[in-house]
């Protein structure tokens, strides 16, 4: 296993609610940007991309997708040195593998980390 883990993903009918989370290793989940991106079912490919779904950054900042937006919510506990992502109202075309990814760039160097993902499925 690498440094970042994904859990909670699952079955759920659509307007359920899940909590993913991202238990993070060996590195400090404070000094990095923090974001969930997502792929649909199949291999990557120019039809079937990595989307941004939520991101956070080490001064509070959050972003979301537009298809995010009101529905999701990103966080983060430095304690735990978590990520999680709370979603709620979920339809079917959030159907997707979903990966936590911690960013930083420092003295020149990038640091770009990711998890192995966990499948999400709705129902309809």
């Known amino acids: 296993q690498g440094p970042l883990v994904e859990s909670g993903g699952g079955l759920v009918e659509t307007g359920g609610s899940l909590t993913l989370s991202c238990a993070v290793s060996g590195i400090a989940v404070g000094s990095f940007d923090v974001a969930w991106y997502r792929q649909g079912p199949g291999p990557l490919s120019p039809t079937n991309l990595r989307?941004?779904?939520?991101?956070?950054?080490?001064?509070?900042?959050?972003e979301y997708a537009d298809f995010a937006q009101g529905r999701f919510t990103i966080s983060r506990d430095n304690i735990k040195n978590m990520v999680y992502l709370q979603m709620t109202n979920l339809k079917p075309e959030d159907t997707a593998d979903y990966y936590c990814n911690l960013r930083k760039t420092r003295n020149l160097r990038d640091y770009d980390y990711w998890g192995a993902g966990t499948e999400v499925t709705v129902s309809s």
């Open positions: 989307v941004k779904v939520a991101g956070l950054s080490t001064a509070g900042v959050t």
